[in-house]
């Protein structure tokens, strides 16, 4: 939300979206220091919450250095270090969306350290897996780090921008998977509910993607009505555009709506 107008927090608020949960993200450019995300930090666990608390809208967010920045290995590892410090942050629901951008060994290490710090701080994890050709490679290798990993409890792990090919490797492990969505590009919402009517609804969510792209805050609502065209009931759609994250997200005694 940091990318978008008050506007959007108004649309959400009138389409009946009961929460706000945002990732670190890209800001649109590479940031240059471990100070320029301090304050990005501050900006997500402390204006963006006032923001969104004037539209009605509680707001939570998830911390860590975004895998499209991770391959300066010694910023990352500046930022990670200050992680820390925001964790008691009464909006923090745990580290994300780290993950892998273009697969190489260098992301991976950060994922790596990453997944350590959430594993020492007892933090539910939101993983961001990339959007390229080689998505099946990267998500083989973000699932291999956090299943050897035995700290890690799997069903407080979410698998974001899953898609047909890589849901059903997502769900055997017993995490969560994601579909994040979008209005041209990737998974849109004819896609996402054909996984779901494919693959069932049991561990699977949906988002709106909000970045400074073609994107669409309302994305979750609109999915919703669609589901209805195809005949799903309000129970139904009820149960994964809202049940579903909230199952999730309420692993941390945080997360309150």
Not at 76 to 84: F, L, M
Not at 106 to 117: A, G, M, N
């Amino acid at each position: 939300m940091v990318s978008r107008t008050t506007d959007d927090y108004t649309a959400m608020a009138l389409s009946g979206c009961a929460a706000v949960c945002e990732p670190a993200f890209w800001a649109g450019f590479d940031r240059s220091s471990a100070q320029g995300f301090y304050d990005y930090f501050c900006q997500l666990t402390d204006y963006e919450p006032k923001r969104a608390a004037k539209f009605g809208l509680p707001h939570y967010s998830w911390l860590c250095i975004n895998p499209k920045e991770s391959e300066d290995s010694e910023l990352a590892r500046e930022v990670i270090d200050i992680i820390p410090e925001f964790l008691d942050r009464p909006n923090v629901l745990g580290i994300g969306e780290i993950g892998l951008n273009k697969n190489t060994r260098t992301e991976l290490k950060v994922l790596e350290w990453h997944v350590d710090l959430a594993a020492r701080h007892d933090q539910m994890i939101l993983v961001h897996t990339p959007h390229l050709e080689d998505k099946l490679k990267g998500t083989r290798l973000i699932l291999d780090v956090l299943k050897s990993d035995r700290r890690i409890d799997p069903a407080r792990v979410i698998i974001d921008h899953v898609e047909e090919h890589t849901v059903k490797m997502v769900l055997n492990t017993g995490m969560w998977a994601g579909m994040t969505l979008y209005p041209e590009s990737k998974c849109t919402s004819s896609r996402a509910i054909d996984i779901l009517e494919n693959y069932g609804a049991e561990q699977i969510w949906m988002n709106s993607a909000c970045d400074w792209g073609i994107s669409v805050p309302l994305a979750v609502p609109r999915t919703a009505l669609e589901m209805r065209k195809r005949g799903w009931s309000q129970e139904r759609i009820e149960a994964v555009t809202f049940g579903n994250p909230m199952r999730f997200m309420s692993q941390n005694p945080r997360f309150k709506v």
